[in-house]
């Protein structure tokens, strides 16, 4: 599995993935600004006390939960960015470090942008089900964000990936078989999206790294080291 993850580190900075890692990255930051901006200027709008200094210590409380609300949404946020872009970085993985497989299953860019919102959605509304825990569990909150977030990237990464190879009830079987793998693999890449400034390149690193390891898992004791 480390193995799996050192190559997608690579993958993530290899001249093939600079444009994208740029992409994703500016607009990730740039929809985190307009969001919080956008917020902070509702609460400046509202003058939710009627009194002037009251409303000053609104004003920055509501500022400041939003943008702890827009790290909170970070994962979804960036699977919605890279949902543009997923199919190609997945080809161009596969073309160096794979040259040998056959063509892919076609997923168009409809179908990836449904997966994205798919992906984004889920983590939206299970995140903010989990807002108030986050607030009230110092350090445990942290647990709490990898557990959902991880299961939420490893099912619908794998998914991403996989279906590129197999039909749905092939897909179906592999996730059920290796499933302990494949959620630990999300937990890893939640716990990077947790992480501020690795987290914006978080999402690269997980599809590739979910790559890898599919492949690993697929061509079993062959790629041992992969998935070990």
């Not at 799996?4 to 990255?25: C, E, G, K, N, W």
Request: aromatic share 10%.
């Amino acid at each position: 599995m480390w193995l799996a993850f050192s190559l997608a580190v690579a993958d993530t900075f290899a001249p093939a993935q600079r444009r994208t890692l740029i992409i994703t990255v500016l607009g990730t930051v740039l929809l985190i600004v307009a969001l919080w901006f956008s917020a902070t200027f509702l609460l400046s709008t509202l003058h939710l006390s009627g009194i002037g200094w009251l409303d000053v210590v609104i004003n920055i409380l509501g500022s400041l939960a939003a943008l702890f609300v827009a790290w909170v949404m970070f994962p979804a946020m960036t699977a919605l960015i890279l949902g543009f872009f997923l199919d190609s970085v997945i080809t161009s993985i596969e073309q160096r470090r794979y040259p040998d497989l056959p063509p892919p299953r076609h997923v168009g860019l409809r179908e990836s942008l449904i997966a994205a919102l798919r992906l984004a959605g889920l983590a939206l509304l299970l995140n903010i089900i989990a807002l108030p825990l986050y607030l009230l569990l110092p350090l445990a909150n942290v647990v709490l964000f990898c557990g959902i977030n991880g299961y939420i990237v490893g099912r619908e990464y794998f998914a991403a990936v996989a279906y590129r190879r197999l039909d749905a009830r092939g897909v179906k079987a592999m996730w059920h078989a290796h499933r302990i793998r494949l959620l630990a693999a999300g937990v890893v890449m939640a716990v990077l999206l947790a992480i501020p400034f690795v987290s914006l390149i978080a999402p690269l690193i997980g599809i590739a790294f979910m790559l890898h390891l599919f492949e690993g898992l697929r061509n079993g004791p062959r790629s041992s080291s992969l998935i070990g």
